[in-house]
C-alpha cells in the first residue's frame, strides 16, 4: 500500500506562484509514473503533469508555466506553478501508477494510489 500526502496548497493573486509537494510513503515500487491531478467542483479530474522515467509530460494549460520534479532520495514530488491563472483553481491531487503507459500518462483512471489534495485559488 502507497500512502500520499500533498502540501504546499494555499491562495495566491494572478500571477503569482506556488509550489506543491507530495511525500510518498509506504510500499515502494521500482516502476511507476507520478502525477499531478486537479479537479473543480462538477467537473471531471484532469491530468496537469507527470513524470516517468525521468521523462515529463503535462497539459496544454500548463505548459510552460508548471514544472514537475522529484527527489527519489526523500520520496517527494513537487509542482512548482508559476504565472498562476484565475482558472488554475482547483484541488490538486498527486498520484502513482504501477502499470505506467506512454501517451496516457495524464489519465486518471491509470493511477493506482491517489492522496486527499490540497487546494489551490488563484484571485485575478
Known amino acids: 500500500q502507497v500512502q500520499l500526502q500533498e502540501s504546499g496548497g494555499g491562495s495566491v493573486q494572478s500571477g503569482g506562484s506556488l509550489r506543491l509537494s507530495c511525500a510518498a510513503s509506504g510500499a515502494l515500487y521500482s516502476n511507476y509514473c507520478m502525477g499531478w491531478f486537479r479537479q473543480v467542483s462538477g467537473k471531471e479530474r484532469e491530468g496537469v503533469a507527470a513524470i516517468y522515467g525521468g521523462q515529463t509530460t503535462y497539459a496544454d494549460a500548463v505548459k510552460g508555466r508548471f514544472t514537475i520534479s522529484q527527489d527519489n532520495n526523500k520520496n517527494t514530488l513537487y509542482l512548482q506553478m508559476s504565472s498562476l491563472k484565475p482558472e488554475d483553481t482547483a484541488m490538486y491531487y498527486c498520484?502513482?501508477?504501477?502499470?505506467?503507459?506512454?501517451?496516457?500518462?495524464?489519465?486518471?483512471?491509470?493511477?493506482?494510489?491517489w492522496g486527499l489534495g490540497t487546494q489551490v485559488t488563484v484571485s485575478s
Open positions: 498520484a502513482q501508477d504501477h502499470f505506467p503507459h506512454f501517451g496516457r500518462l495524464l489519465v486518471p483512471i491509470e493511477y493506482d494510489w
